[in-house]
């Protein structure tokens, strides 16, 4: 079953072609990335599937919803099923963790406290956090530590889809490999198909079922890892040097 | 070490240049003044590097740019490292595209693109407008919706905390004026017409004028720069893929916030400023408070207090809207927080003398 359909894609900014008739399809489950050059438009293209930016033609359907056509009761429905994570986590800086994690059970389900507190427990251990760290402020934590909260709060309403862009960039190496780790774990466990935005070669090789890749406004290819070394892209030959 | 220099021979159809010493960035341009004054043009170049002790990629641009000047040429080095850099720099001039040079924007164009995008910021204006239209509605229809505690927040931010720097302010207006017009009225001894004038002024001119400038410098700019930030964390981002509406989150609660503030501000303006022309009537002139405020219930009319009132939702309206709207404009650069901040003053006091120049004619024209 597919969950993300993109076809005929076009985006243009001022005079500026950025996307030309992209086509891509995600299915149930998978984790897939969005790969690509510097400035090629990926953290564009998640951005329009996340309904934050218009696009100039082509069509993007996310779990059944046309995004052009979409209304705003049922474009409510589809933000309660996703959940992004931004590069440097996008934290609420006036709340501390604990309430940026509450604040989607707050303000769309009737829980009572002592269940959204449960559950923010619950989320801030999957993530790998430390409860005490839960009172304190986005100012008062590390780059790290923003990402694992931001990953937190994005999964508070178990989401069916979850938007992840650049999740390991500025992370340590360690760091980035337990996210990588985490990341699997939730797809396992959760059952969560993840969309994410990458530079990361490691974390491409461990997490990534399928990828597209978007060079020159076009995916100049869309398979597994194992097929790469059928592409002849310039950006698939020097980007996967070693691999292809 | 071997001082670096360069030598040069030159017979009718060869040049030859000998290189000394370090070939880097700090002596290119002591040798290419050298260089210039030769004429390189059908000649046959020897180019010399054996005694070079070090040479760096400026160095090989250098030697590259000779090369191309010449007829034919011959280098003679024997480092493997001076022949890889130069080998590398080569390819690398190869792939670099021809500069391409943007034409120069007359006058005219300039004039053009500052109408366009003055045009494009009064259209974005509106659409802003019609936005707060829509999520006021929202808040009308669906009472569950308000979010009463940002509004309580924001009313103690922008009002309770003021009380003290709007009463000080106004009080201080209020000696200004009454020891100016003391001085002036003192001379035809018409003391007690101060309290007319007085009354009047302050009630419903200067106190609601005195306290919107306050607190567009206050509280304006503090929307802005929250807002901004904000938008450059990208917390509106998220805010929105979390399906909460920024207009219902943060604009709406703001500005509904600062109509309910400022009428109260503007209360207090008033009594401390008469207050404060009360006190310099008093010693300058010898009126007492007793006699001040009988005077006061006289002549000045209540509906003089009622419109200066009044006047303070529009001009709250007008600082957090605009506010409000320059923090949303914030791109993502923090320079951009500083010029918004800055316009967003400039326009929102500039946006409240207009308005109150309108009521003025407004209600003059009313017979009020």
Redesign the interface.
Known sequence: MKIIEVSGLKTVFGSRTVHDGLNLSIAKGEIYGLLGPSGCGKTTLL?EM???QEYAAGSIKILGYDLEHINHAQ??IL??K?G?L???G????SLTLKENIA??LR??TELNQKMINEIVALKIHLVGLKQTDAHLYPSQISGGMKKKAGLARAIAMDPELL?LDEPTSGLDPISAREFDRLILKLRDTLGLSIVMVSHDLQSIYDTLDKMAIIDNKKIVYEDTLQNLARSESHFVQTFFKERV | MQTSQLIVKQTPEKIALYFFGAFTLHNIAAYSAQVDTLHLEQKSLLLDLKNVTSFDTAAALFIHNLQKQADDFTLLSESPKIQENLLFVQNQVNHVPPRQYERRKSFLFAIGKRVEEFVLDGRLFLAFFGRIFFASLDYLTHFKHIRYKEIAFEINESAIKALWIIALTSFLIGVVVAYQSAYQLKLYGANIFIVDMLGISILRELAPLITAIVIAGRSGSAFTAQIG??KI???L????????DPYAFLVIPRIIALMVALPILIFVADVMGVFGGMLVSFIDLGISGHLFLERLNEVVAVKHFYIGIFKGPFFAFLIAAIGIFRGLQVKDNTQSIGFNTTKSVVMSIFAVIVCDAIFSIAFTNLGM
């Open positions: 951005r996340v309904l934050l474009a409510q933000r309660q996703w992004v931004f590069q440097s996008a934290l609420f800086s604040l989607p303000e769309y938007f | 930030a904000m964390t990208q917390e981002d998220a805010m929105q893929t979390m399906g909460f």
